[in-house]
């Protein structure tokens, strides 16, 4: 096991997570000797570890593994390539950035046999990313379904167990810490589709870009919405899906789900991720744990540190398969949709509807729709005045 000596960019409720829990971890001989943060101000941590010199780390040859926990992408972006051209090992947490550069970054780590790793970015404190590595590391991967953001899931809890509306419960979940001042990124499914991104790759081998993808959010939920799945005996969760099709594609979304009893996501509640692997023969696996906050996220940054002390790398099994899956939206979906103006329907091309309401403002169908139709109007549904769920 190799001494650490960490450079850690970002002090925010993540980074001071990882402090917390590196000073009682006994199993990892790092320690950090050095944090780049953007702003000063009174902090508990001896200022002599302090810098806002963003190259400070980067040049100090002592230091052997650079950890990212900022929140701004192309910051983040110039501080893992950077570190990784410079000899250190890195770990990340940052879901936009890796989304978007996973391919340079994968050559990068090629190029230099450095490791970049980054179980941290995809689920909290839920391992994903190392069990798609080492124990999925065959083609008989069905599917990855998951609710992947905390601050939705419990926006959702609040409205389906307690009877609240959107904007209480998203208030709350703000007042909590669950959600930004900002909440767009995660409610209306941003984090959950950069976290599949990335599953994706060392689920299926496949490097997809982001808007590619489908996305819908959760900002239009209604109560009408939430009385049509509890009389059905449902629940709607945030959801992001690869799935693996018949003719050896792939496809991918994320969107409201509703889903039942049966179903392992349904009793997965508050700021809790949950997980669901199927495969050909070993049918379905499950995990479960907090998507968020210091200590979860800290310790997943912990445990890629400690990964790193034994030399670990992530070795892309999945890319270099010869008869891996390709990407495509040939998927249809059976889909809930409400709308409050009539015209409004005309836009969503149905394949067949199966269940259809119209009352006074609020109108809804049931039916059949490709995914590749909601992939090329995804920019008109975003304007329009609609919520809509996978069933």
Excluded: W
């Excluded at 991918?252 to 509703?258: D, E, G, M, N, T």
């Excluded at 891996?324 to 149905?350: A, G």
Aim: charged share 25%; hydrophobic share 40%.
């Amino acid at each position: 096991m190799k001494k650490l000596n960490i450079g850690l960019y970002g002090l925010g409720v993540v980074g001071q997570g990882l402090y917390t829990v590196l000073q009682n971890s006994k199993t990892v001989d790092a320690q950090i000797i050095s944090i780049c943060v953007k702003q000063d101000k009174e902090r508990s941590i001896g200022l002599d570890i302090i810098t806002r010199d963003q190259n400070k780390i980067i040049a100090n040859s002592d230091i052997n593994v650079v950890v990212e926990l900022i929140d701004d992408a192309e910051d983040a972006y110039q501080i893992v390539k950077e570190s990784l051209l410079n000899g250190k090992d890195v770990v990340s947490g940052n879901k936009k950035m890796l989304a978007a550069h996973l391919e340079e970054l994968i050559q990068i780590q090629k190029d230099t046999g450095n490791s970049l790793l980054y179980d941290a970015s995809a689920c909290g404190s839920i391992p994903i990313i190392r069990n798609l590595e080492e124990y999925y590391d065959n083609d008989l991967l069905l599917s990855v379904t998951g609710i992947l953001n905390g601050s939705s899931n419990y926006i959702l809890t609040k409205i389906f167990r307690y009877g609240q509306d959107y904007n209480a419960a998203l208030k709350e979940a703000q007042e909590l810490g669950f959600a930004e001042s900002d909440p767009a990124f995660d409610v209306n499914g941003n984090d959950s589709l950069f976290k599949l991104v990335i599953i994706t790759a060392h689920a299926f081998g496949l490097l997809v870009a982001p808007e590619e993808i489908f996305r819908f959010g959760i900002a239009h939920i209604n109560e009408f919405d939430v009385q049509f799945a509890k009389e059905k005996g449902l629940k709607i969760k945030l959801v992001a899906k690869v799935l693996k099709t018949n003719n050896n594609s792939v496809s991918l979304y994320v969107a409201p789900q509703f889903v039942g009893e049966d179903e392992y996501i349904y009793n997965v509640e508050d700021e809790y991720n949950g997980v669901v692997i199927e495969g050909a023969y070993y049918d379905k696996q499950f995990m479960f744990g907090k998507g968020a906050g210091a200590f979860p996220t800290g310790s997943a940054v912990l445990s890629d540190i400690t990964a790193l002390s034994h030399n670990y790398k992530y070795e892309y099994k999945k890319l270099k398969y010869f008869n891996k899956p390709s990407f495509s939206n040939q998927l249809i979906l059976t889909i809930y949709l409400r709308y409050t103006r009539k015209e409004d329907l005309q836009y969503f091309q149905f394949e067949e509807i199966s269940e259809q309401y119209s009352g006074k403002g609020t109108h809804y169908v049931v039916g059949k729709i490709k995914l590749e139709t909601l992939v090329a109007m995804k920019e008109t549904i975003a304007n329009l005045s609609v919520f809509m769920g996978v069933i």
